[in-house]
């Protein structure tokens, strides 16, 4: 029994370091101390081939797992005094590393054509090479909504793939084949003295219409919903009890906009040579900073003439305006100065106008 009993502490101090590796901290991760920055060279690079590099890589963290229990077989056969205890925990980690060999080198040498993502990616198609290139593309695009949840857990979604990445697994589907659905949500107080500033976040899950794939689930702020709104052009359940919630900065753009329809309009007579908004390059610039404020608040700088033109929508603009205010008073955000995004001129809410291009629309709306 005391035989035994000498493998409790090496065992302990064992699973505490393959818990770091399996997932490891963001300290770990930084320091390189991770599976697939070890074998960097043989994964390669995903910009050259992500369904590739996502294959290796996930080989990689699958392999190592199953061959860290060699190392304690190995502390065992050297250190420990035989016992069927002792043994049979040796035999039992040796076992591990060789089915984790064996794992490996008949992947390798099927060139990884039996992994379950070249199964399915094979339900698209009989060219796989050309999938794989469309992929990597539109992995690579700017305009991609991506997500990171966690070191090496991360969604992407292009024109037409999603690309759903763990440490051990990842799936790559048409988005036609998905369908989307929230199904709960959790709130997040961030600031305990303001009850009203909280973050909320939602839990969707991707339903494949392939049986041969699995739905998954992942999980995103509200802002970030919104965004894949825009994104896939398809709407997605909600479950009854959820509730979105609006965020701090949303809720003010919605005030700020508000203000900003009190406001005398602005003439501008080439509203058809506008480009989209430079902030979301979604909608059309609608407002443009003209100095029309006569007093200056103690304290702050007075508000200067823009000359730039118009190149952001009302939402962004609101957006920046907030981005400028003492994030821990959000009550006299209004009374408020930003700066223009382009020149830095100085400006308040007074000094931002809709923009109309007849003179006939010039009167404000109420």
């Known amino acids: 029994m005391m035989d035994d009993q000498t493998l409790l502490l090496p065992g302990l101090l064992f699973g505490l370091f393959s818990i770091t590796m399996i997932w490891p901290p963001e300290e770990f991760v930084s320091a390189g101390a991770t599976f697939e920055h070890l074998f960097w060279r043989w994964i390669g690079d995903f910009s050259l081939n992500v369904v590739e590099y996502q294959l290796r890589k996930v080989l990689v963290n699958r392999v190592c797992v199953l061959c860290l229990p060699g190392i304690f077989a190995v502390y065992i056969i050297l250190n420990v005094p035989p016992t069927?205890?002792?043994?049979?925990?040796?035999?039992?980690?040796?076992?591990?590393?060789?089915?984790?060999?064996?794992?490996?080198?008949?992947?390798?040498?099927?060139?990884?054509?039996?992994?379950?993502?070249?199964?399915?990616?094979?339900?698209?198609?009989?060219?796989?090479?050309?999938?794989?290139?469309?992929?990597?593309?539109?992995?690579?695009?700017?305009?991609?909504?991506?997500?990171?949840?966690?070191?090496?857990?991360?969604?992407?979604?292009?024109?037409?793939w999603l690309i759903h990445i763990t440490r051990f697994d990842f799936t790559i589907v048409n988005l036609t084949d998905v369908t989307f659905e929230v199904v709960r949500s959790t709130t997040v107080d961030l600031n305990l003295e303001r009850p009203n500033d909280q973050l909320q976040f939602l839990v969707i899950e991707a339903n494949i219409r392939h049986k041969n794939i699995k739905n998954f689930r992942f999980r995103v702020r509200t802002d970030q919903f919104r965004d894949l709104q825009d994104r896939i052009a398809a709407p997605i359940g909600m479950a009854r009890n959820v509730i979105l919630h609006q965020s701090?900065?949303?809720?003010?753009?919605?005030?700020?906009?508000?203000?900003?329809?009190?406001?005398?309009?602005?003439?501008?007579?080439?509203?058809?040579?506008?480009?989209?908004?430079?902030?979301?390059?979604?909608?059309?610039?609608?407002?443009?900073?003209?100095?029309?404020?006569?007093?200056?608040?103690?304290?702050?700088?007075?508000?200067?003439?823009?000359?730039?033109?118009?190149?952001?929508?009302?939402?962004?603009?609101?957006?920046?305006?907030?981005?400028?205010?003492?994030?821990?008073?959000?009550?006299?955000?209004?009374?408020?100065?930003?700066?223009?995004?382009?020149?830095?001129?100085?400006?308040?809410?007074?000094?931002?106008?809709?923009?109309?291009?007849?003179?006939?629309?010039?009167?404000?709306?109420?």
């Open 84 to 160: 069927p205890t002792s043994m049979y925990v040796a035999t039992a980690c040796l076992a591990s590393m060789i089915a984790g060999l064996g794992y490996a080198f008949y992947t390798i040498t099927t060139n990884f054509s039996q992994m379950r993502q070249m199964k399915e990616l094979a339900l698209y198609g009989s060219d796989i090479h050309r999938l794989m290139i469309e992929i990597t593309r539109e992995y690579l695009e700017f305009a991609n909504f991506a997500v990171s949840f966690a070191h090496s857990s991360k969604l992407v979604i292009g024109s037409h």
């Open 248 to 366: 701090l900065n949303e809720r003010f753009v919605k005030a700020f906009v508000d203000c900003i329809d009190k406001n005398p309009r602005t003439l501008y007579s080439r509203m058809s040579e506008l480009e989209p908004c430079f902030g979301c390059s979604s909608e059309t610039p609608d407002v443009k900073i003209e100095k029309r404020c006569t007093t200056t608040i103690e304290g702050a700088r007075e508000c200067r003439q823009c000359f730039c033109r118009p190149m952001w929508c009302v939402g962004c603009l609101g957006r920046i305006f907030a981005a400028k205010q003492d994030q821990d008073r959000p009550d006299i955000w209004l009374d408020g100065q930003g700066t223009c995004p382009t020149c830095r001129a100085e400006f308040c809410m007074l000094d931002v106008s809709f923009m109309v291009g007849e003179e006939s629309q010039l009167i404000p709306m109420n």
